[in-house]
């Protein structure tokens, strides 16, 4: 753990201080480096599951930088979440040819089916809705993906039988 009692203290009275301790573990394997940062807020968000406002200010107080610039990242990046995310992540992509062969329709059928919306996560803690720009799948649009898996030329009927199997 860095040597620096303000960061220790700080860590001491949190209620996860193991999982701070584990952030703080990642840091140091950067060198307490602000050049790392987006590194570091992958892993920390692995660890939290988010990167909530109270973290990014952790970070910020160990890395020696503003909130605003550790808050600024965390907003650029879709990637990034400062609320829980779902057990399994949607992403529909609306890419254009996703878009134009109904993407837009299968974005509609999941924020119905789901009760969500755009970037939100279900009651249940099981799925968090998004969508991405464009996956990279152009030719079995519309597409979509579920965690790190792409589902290829998805119909509201073949949504529903792969969310019947998670």
């Known amino acids: 753990m860095k040597e620096h009692s303000a ?13 701070y301790e584990k952030v703080d573990n990642v840091m140091d394997l950067y060198g307490y480096k602000p050049e790392n940062l987006i590194q570091i807020l992958h892993a920390a968000q692995t660890i939290f599951g988010c990167v909530p406002l109270e973290l990014q200010r952790f970070i910020a107080d160990s890395l020696d930088i ?39 329709r299968i974005v509609d059928h999941l924020l119905k089916t789901l009760n969500v919306d755009l970037g939100d996560t279900t009651e249940d803690g099981r799925f968090t809705l998004e969508i991405a720009r464009c996956i990279g799948s152009c030719g079995l649009a519309p597409a979509l993906m579920i965690d790190d898996v792409i589902y290829k030329q998805m119909t509201p009927n073949k949504v529903d039988a792969v969310l019947s199997r998670l």
């Open 7 to 19: 960061i220790e203290r700080y860590i001491s009275q949190m209620e996860d201080y193991e999982l």
């Open 66 to 104: 503003t909130l605003s610039e550790v808050s600024g990242v965390v907003s650029f990046y879709s990637f990034f979440s400062v609320t829980p995310r779902g057990e399994h992540t949607i992403r529909v992509c609306m890419g254009t040819a996703c878009y134009v062969r109904g993407g837009k």
